[in-house]
């Protein structure tokens, strides 16, 4: 199958992933926002930080929203839903179950294109843990590391990795 059929076909279950609750982000939406909040990042540096910071921003939407680390100093510079944390160490932090997620979102973000992580979050405004994926990535020319999840306990990591390949532009 070639690349436009293999994005059309997994788009297409994006999609009706998204429509099955409209109130929650879907994959294909992560993967734009969180490469639209790079480009931003790439242009202005940290003056991007305060958009994507902003729970009023169009990078907060949904049940979902964009945080920017910087793994190399070990620092979270912008999170619209736990603004608490900006300023801590990212590679510290760990999910509900005790995972340390900060180290391995520090080393797929690396990877070229990036990648998706799995970790115990829970949505913004709740405190209920379930199982969020995250697509993450880092800024070219700049030490940053952006990143955005869904909240879908069944998607595989190899089902997203597949969709944000087709995804990359060509």
């Known amino acids: 199958m070639n690349k436009r059929m293999t994005l059309m076909a997994l788009l297409f279950v994006a999609t009706a992933q998204a429509q099955a609750d409209p109130d929650a982000a879907g994959a ?27 729970p009023a921003s169009g990078f907060a939407w949904k049940d979902t929203y964009v945080f920017v680390v910087n793994c190399d100093a070990d620092e979270v510079m912008a999170n619209p839903a736990f603004p608490e944390r900006v300023g801590g160490d990212i590679k510290q932090h760990s999910d509900y179950d005790g995972k340390r997620y900060g180290l391995e979102l520090c080393e797929v973000a690396a990877r070229p294109g990036g990648g998706w992580i799995e970790y ?7 405190n209920v843990p379930l199982r969020k994926v995250s ?24 089902e997203l990795e597949r969709l944000s390949a087709a995804a990359q532009p060509e």
Do not use: C, M, N
Not at 135 to 158: F, H, K, M, N
């Open 28 to 54: 294909a939406e992560v993967i734009e926002k969180v490469r639209e909040a790079a480009r931003l990042v790439a242009r202005q540096g940290e003056a991007a930080f305060a958009v994507i910071g902003d």
């Open 120 to 126: 115990v979050w829970p949505r913004r405004g709740s």
């Open 135 to 158: 697509y993450v990535t880092s800024v070219e020319g700049r030490p940053y590391q952006l990143g955005a999840g869904i909240y879908d306990q069944t998607i595989s990591l190899e």
